[in-house]
């Protein structure tokens, strides 16, 4: 499976504009790239997931180069109930045979 | 809304006893999965199961194991606890796209002393 890297912390002001990067080097062709937020004293939400290029939602944008070898997770306008830990994952999730590996996430702290 | 349950929210067990852990969905979801949440870890994959009485090995499956004999229902079971096992324990659900957006339960705080 795919091992992926991301800062451990981030801070932020409400009103601006997060970027999160996470570099997948290894990452496979059949892989998706998959961002999860988790709030303290709760289970990870699902995000956002996309192959290449960029998908956009209602919460955040993930921008995927064309060598895939990265993604960015864009939040815009936070809030300080954006504060909470951001978890990139690689992998084939889609066969439902193998599973995501979670690594230790990015801890965004957003100020007032 | 998908709904997944864990038994306990928090639970206390001594060193060497049997602690049973269940997680029940109700979204009919193939997949089931079982992770540990440790301070500076992250989330750790201990087991997950795509289908009932099937079962695969995450990164840490020393020292637990599994039981899914229904669909809604995934079991984890630390057959002799012990200190390092004290941990924040996480069930998730996913359905047939697979493994990439999984529905997790609110989590089982457990301390073994």
């Known amino acids: 499976l795919a091992k992926t890297t991301q800062p451990i912390s981030m801070d932020s002001y409400e009103g601006q504009e997060v970027n999160i990067t996470c570099s997948h080097n290894n990452i496979a062709t059949n892989d998706y790239i998959t961002w999860y937020q988790q709030f303290p004293s709760q289970g990870p939400r699902f995000i956002i997931q996309g192959y290449k290029t960029k998908v956009t939602n209602e919460v955040a944008s993930l921008f995927i180069p064309a060598d895939r070898k990265s993604s960015t997770l864009s939040l815009p306008r936070v809030s300080l109930s954006d504060t909470a830990v951001y978890y990139c994952?690689?992998?084939?999730?889609?066969?439902?045979?193998?599973?995501?590996?979670f690594g230790s996430g990015t801890r965004l702290q957003v100020q007032p | 809304d998908v709904k997944v349950t864990q038994s306990s929210r928090y639970l206390v067990k001594r060193t060497g006893e049997k602690v049973f852990l269940e997680c029940v969905q109700d979204?009919?979801?193939?997949?089931m999965f079982w992770y540990r949440q440790d301070p500076g870890l992250g989330l750790r994959l201990i087991y997950f199961?795509?289908?009932?009485?099937?079962?695969e090995k995450g990164d840490i499956p020393e020292g637990y194991s599994v039981s899914r004999e229904k669909k809604e229902r995934f079991s984890l079971i630390l057959e002799s606890a012990s200190t390092n096992q004290t941990s924040m324990y996480l069930c998730?659900?996913?359905?047939?796209?697979?493994?990439?957006?999984?529905?997790f339960g609110p989590g089982t705080r457990l301390t073994v002393t």
């Open positions: 994952l690689v992998g084939d999730g889609g066969t439902g045979r193998r599973a995501l590996t």
């Open positions: 199961s795509y289908d009932v009485k099937m079962k």
């Open positions: 979204m009919d979801h193939e997949n």
């Open positions: 998730a659900s996913s359905g047939s796209t697979g493994a990439y957006e999984q529905y």
